[in-house]
């Protein structure tokens, strides 16, 4: 059931890029192998930024990270294997099934999920999601929900490292 209420849930608020970018340093020094993140929230609401600075927090040049059109998933290496998944452009679960996406949530690299709400049911239930809501401008209403121990544990070190 991977739909089920979330076990922990935060809250923070973003008013610049650099804001945001700093929460994605928080949680980026805090990742576990094989851990999933899903990132929601309209677009140009800041996923990509935050996966951009995630990534680089963990050796990966920036500039490889963006969201290439009909590109579902692309692999960075860095201190981790994370494979950057934008699920924008997907319509059927064999299209995820034909890149391997269930290996990918399986295995021990770390996966950035865009608009993973498409595709819950195919997403592990211990897993990240972070909603990104757009509240003006630059200003950004930033959910994180954890649905299982692991994650959990990840956002309590998060709220414990502020
Ligand atoms: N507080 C903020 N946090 C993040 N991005 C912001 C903020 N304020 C303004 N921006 C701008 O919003 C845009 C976010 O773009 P980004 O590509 O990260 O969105 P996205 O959520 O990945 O969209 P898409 O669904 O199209 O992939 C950037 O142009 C960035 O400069
Ligand atoms: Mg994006």
Redesign the pocket.
């Known amino acids: 059931m991977n739909n089920s209420n979330p076990l922990k849930t935060i809250s923070r608020t973003?008013?610049?890029?650099r804001?945001?970018e700093l929460l994605a340093q928080q949680l980026a020094v805090l990742v576990e192998p094989g851990m999933v993140i899903g990132l929601n929230?309209s677009?140009?609401?800041?996923?990509?930024?935050?996966v951009r600075k995630f990534a680089e927090t963990l050796g990966v040049e920036p500039n490889s990270v963006n969201?290439p059109t009909y590109v579902i998933v692309q692999h960075y290496l860095g201190d981790y294997l994370l494979h950057h998944f934008?699920l924008?452009r997907v319509e059927t679960e064999d299209e995820l099934e034909e890149i391997g996406a269930e290996e990918l949530f399986e295995g021990q690299g770390i996966c950035l999920v865009?608009w993973s709400n498409r595709f819950t049911e195919s997403l592990p239930e211990d897993r990240l999601e972070i909603n990104?809501l757009s509240t003006g401008?630059?200003?950004?209403e930033i959910i994180l929900n954890a649905y299982g121990d692991k994650s959990s544990i990840i956002l309590g070190k998060l709220t414990a490292s502020e």
């Open positions: 973003s008013s610049s890029v804001e945001t929230g677009l140009g609401a800041g996923k990509t930024c935050f969201s934008d924008y865009e990104f401008e630059e200003a950004r």
